[in-house]
């Protein structure tokens, strides 16, 4: 999706595209992608802030 413009990029993540995240080796690559992929779920399974807040304060102090 890299060099659409903004009014395409907004339209295609609207109809719901998303960028493939497979191929993640490492194991913070692979929290990151969880995260992102909790993001993108239905409105019943989607993240809370507070879930984003964790995983992201959880990931982040495993970094130090």
């Given at each position: ?14 109809e ?40 992201i ?8």
């Amino acid at each position: 999706m890299k060099g659409l413009d903004l009014e395409v990029f907004l339209v295609n993540v609207e109809e719901g595209h998303r960028p493939s995240l497979t191929g993640l080796t490492t194991q913070t690559s692979m929290r990151w992608s969880e995260l992102i992929r909790g993001c993108w779920a239905n409105a019943v399974q989607r993240n809370t802030l507070a879930d984003c807040k964790s995983a992201i304060t959880a990931i982040l102090a495993d970094q130090k």
